[in-house]
């Protein structure tokens, strides 16, 4: 007869009954294990991108910072550089000078580059200059002494 | 001959006795048996590359960000020595190329001015500044001279002692001849420890007279000092136009 549904027979133990919330079960288990799984693939995948892009920044970071050093080293030249190297020289023999007692000779100072060299004797100079200036400016009380024609 | 096998015998009594078809399949895909061994290699694969990535970052975080400090390299910012963390080498770059900024251009003008015969005004903080080199050369000159009076005052003190021994031991001595002697000794010290006073007061002895820091000698060409050829103490520390 059309439209007429005809029930299963009944089983042994009564599993008939079960089946229709057993199919509800499984279905929403079914639906689970398949957000679980996409989840999970998601996790894995998205780990290995994100570790990817991360390795990607790192190394791009780590050259900027050897191009930042690069660039940074073109100056100043080896002369100036001398000058500052001569200061922290300096520094560090008078703290060895403070905290070594015992010596038996007097230290000597370390040997001036050729850039410090050059600006002593400038600085002399110019104190000579200085000098030598106040030594001919004639005072204001000497007269003026003009020569005959 | 061996019966065959029932094939439904093996099955659990559920689905014997089910209504439905039981169609039973000998064998399996042909690709069945790898299935195991590409999801092994897809996860070897994964894990393998996310190991790279991860000693990747690792590897580039620790070289910009090392603080450690190497003792064995000096450097001119830090007490501790050269740091290895590229972020500290450019921030101790950055702060020797402030120090150094305005050095040759100082030297223009000291000579501009001594050529117009004029007091300079020009000053740089690494000579006239505080921690510079003129107040460390000030320092330097006493802390030579303060040890150049130490050894003196260890000298005499020396020669001090020996004469109060020899004092000590001439009091107690009963016989004429050692006694001769050791007045003969006694007399040796004394003009020793005179002659050490007198080189004191005069700075006479020239071992023992304090080079002015202002005043040293120029480096040598063959030098390999950081402070007279740095391009050959430290080569790295030039590159591009600093070193043509």
């Not at chain 1, 894995?44 to 990607?56: D, E, I, Q």
């Not at chain 2, 040598?220 to 430290?234: D, K, L, N, Q, V």
Request: aromatic share 6%.
């Amino acid at each position: 007869m059309i439209g007429t549904v005809t029930p299963p027979p009944e089983a042994e133990d009564g599993r008939h009954a079960l089946r229709r919330p057993g199919v509800v079960w499984r279905t929403v288990r079914r639906s689970a294990a398949w957000v679980a799984k996409s989840v999970v693939r998601l996790w894995v995948v998205g780990l290995l991108v994100a570790a990817a892009m991360g390795s990607g920044v790192a190394l791009n970071q780590m050259f900027q910072a050897q191009a930042q050093l690069e660039a940074l080293r073109e100056e100043p030249g080896p002369d100036v550089f001398a000058v500052i190297a001569y200061r922290r020289e300096l520094a560090r023999q008078i703290e060895e000078m403070g905290r070594v007692r015992s010596e038996d000779a007097v230290p000597q100072p370390p040997a001036r580059p050729v850039l410090l060299e050059e600006i002593d004797i400038a600085r002399q100079r110019n104190r000579q200059v200085v000098t030598q200036g106040v030594a001919t400016t004639p005072s204001a009380a000497s007269p003026v002494v003009n020569a005959p024609d | 001959m061996d019966e065959p096998e029932d094939p439904i015998g093996g099955l659990p009594d559920i689905v014997r006795n089910a209504d439905r078809p039981i169609i039973i399949y000998q064998g399996g895909p042909p690709n069945q048996l790898d299935q195991a061994a590409s999801n092994s290699l897809g996860l070897l694969s994964w894990l393998a590359l996310l190991s790279l990535c991860l000693f990747i970052i690792g590897f580039c975080f620790w070289s910009v960000w090392n603080p450690a400090h190497d003792p064995k390299q000096a450097s001119l910012v830090y007490a501790e020595g050269r740091p290895l963390g590229l972020a500290r080498q450019v921030e101790e770059r950055r702060q020797i190329n402030k120090t150094a900024d305005g050095v040759v251009s100082y030297l223009d003008r000291l000579r501009a001015d001594n050529f117009d015969r004029r007091r300079t005004r020009a000053s740089h903080a690494l000579f006239s500044g505080p921690g510079g080199i003129d107040e460390l050369r000030r320092d330097w000159d006493a802390k030579c001279q303060s040890v150049r009076e130490s050894i003196y005052d260890r000298r005499i003190g020396r020669l001090d002692a020996q004469i109060a021994e020899l004092q000590r031991q001439r009091a107690r001595q009963s016989d004429a001849v050692q006694a001769a002697r050791l007045d003969e000794d006694l007399q040796t010290l004394v003009r020793q420890r005179t002659l050490e006073t007198a080189n004191r007061r005069a700075d006479s002895d020239p071992a023992l007279r304090c080079t002015p820091s202002a005043l040293a000698p120029l480096c040598a060409a063959e030098s390999a000092e950081p402070w007279c050829r740095p391009e050959r103490a430290a080569p790295r520390e030039f590159t591009g136009k600093a070193v043509r």
